[in-house]
């Protein structure tokens, strides 16, 4: 535990520090918040207990009573957060989920720089044997770093390098109290089924095993490193605006393109990144590689991976189409970002640009999303056209083409598709017209 002390006193070093620290009554979080009560007021720290009662063990109130005073007796501030109902079939997963949301919340109230975790050399070890099995992306198979920056704060796992036993020899030293949850013994997690039956075994094969996986998740990362050093430097080509370009991506490199879904994939899910492994993956190659122009597939976590000719996009599940219809005076701010506005002058002639003769529409103005059975007579044509036929044709994005925009008069009469094909009542240049709307 001495290289810990050490690490923190290195990575901590100067005033006025603001610390989170995970923590349950458990042996691993009592021996960090014990050894940062240690350095507390060495380091000018100030720390905060957050602390999450997943509410399924009577004992929980009392252990987290017992956490509490321990941060009372060392001047530590205690945020607690109890769990009402875990919904999930995935119970580890939730928790997970509700947990770091409860730790990004005290991140917040408090604006610390750092948050400390307790996962030690023998977490890592089931992690990367976990990640093994299930498939994951390069980094994935690392595991976990002692150090990630998550733009406002860095996470830390001080205890990567030391085993179960190293921690129990120190809380038995400075006679720390603990709490075991006896849950951690049931076979009905995944996790426990790794702890109790295949780390026994690579630890009688070699007591030092824990370094040998953390010199392995080290090589790793390095390599990732570099990868990611090449891919950051097209990635802006291909991916931008959250859509994935798909003709611009099969230009690269097969190990490039592999790293920049991966990226964007790990932006998504982030410490649920476990959730993902190689049939997940092999989806969405499969996906990207369909000739389909349009088709998607769901991820877990309620992701909707869409392909949409050559994009690609990742959304949640149950983002619902929202009906809109604006009252058009001189302009409006629509729901996809863009704008309509009435402009004095112009002699642009493309389809963002309308002219209308206000004896020919009734108003005012409205403008509202695509409805079924939408019709436009379209500017030098006779007869009417599906709306979702132009809208397929003109190979707009699925996800985009119920919140695209239609303006229409009093009488919900289709005079413009912004951007898209002009109506009959759009007027020319050298015709009467006296008003005049951009699309921007």
């Known amino acids: 535990m001495k290289e810990v002390q050490q690490f923190l006193i290195k990575e901590l070093r100067g005033a006025n520090k603001t610390i989170v620290v995970g923590a349950s009554h458990g042996p691993d979080s009592m021996a960090i918040i014990h050894l ?33 005073n321990f941060c009372k007796k060392n001047d530590i501030i205690f945020e607690k957060m109890t769990i009402d109902k875990i919904t999930d079939t995935n119970f580890e997963n939730e928790a997970r989920i509700k947990r770091y949301a409860f730790f990004e919340e005290v991140i917040n109230k408090y604006k610390a720089s750092y948050l400390i975790t307790a996962h030690h050399g023998d977490d890592l070890i089931e992690t990367i044997m976990m990640r093994l099995v299930r498939g994951s992306s390069f980094k994935g198979y690392a595991g976990f770093s002692r150090v990630t920056d998550r733009g406002t704060y860095k996470m830390l796992r001080p205890l990567i390098n030391v085993t179960k036993e190293d921690i129990l020899e120190y809380n038995l030293k400075y006679n720390i109290n603990f709490s075991i949850d006896p849950s951690n013994e049931s076979d009905k997690y995944t996790r426990n089924r790794y702890r109790k039956y295949i780390l026994p075994f690579l630890k009688r094969e070699d007591p030092c095993v824990h370094d040998k996986f953390l010199k392995f998740s080290q090589l790793i990362l390095e390599n990732d490193e570099y990868i990611d050093m090449q891919m950051k430097k097209v990635i802006k080509d291909v991916y931008f605006q959250e859509v994935l370009h798909l003709d611009k991506l099969a230009k690269l490199d097969k190990v490039i393109q592999d790293r920049i879904i991966n990226h964007i994939i790990s932006i998504i899910y982030q410490d649920d990144l476990i959730l993902i492994g190689d049939a997940h993956k092999d989806l969405v190659n499969k996906l990207i590689a369909s000739s389909k122009p349009n088709s998607y597939i769901y991820l877990p976590n309620d992701i909707k991976v869409i392909k949409s000719y050559n994009e690609l996009k990742f959304e949640k599940k149950d983002n619902q189409v929202i009906d809109y219809k604006i009252k058009f005076d001189r302009m409006v701010n629509l729901p996809n970002g863009r704008q309509l506005k009435i402009v004095d002058d ?13 004896d020919d529409v009734a108003l005012p103005l409205y403008v509202r999303n695509k409805k079924r059975g939408d019709r436009i007579e379209v500017k030098g044509m006779t007869g009417h056209k599906k709306i979702k036929d132009i809208l397929i044709n003109e190979k707009i994005a699925s996800s985009e083409r119920e919140h695209w925009p239609i303006l229409v008069d009093s009488k919900d009469r289709i005079v413009w598709l912004p951007g898209l094909k002009k109506s009959k009542y759009d007027k020319s240049k050298n015709e009467s017209y006296d008003i005049i709307i951009k699309y921007h």
Do not use: T
């Open 36 to 68: 940062l009560s240690i350095l507390k007021d060495k380091l000018n720290m100030k720390i905060i207990c957050a602390h999450v009662d997943h509410n399924v063990r009577k004992e929980s109130v009392d252990e987290a009573n017992e956490l509490e």
């Open 346 to 358: 112009s002699n642009d002639k493309s389809n963002y640009i309308c002219r209308l003769n206000s």
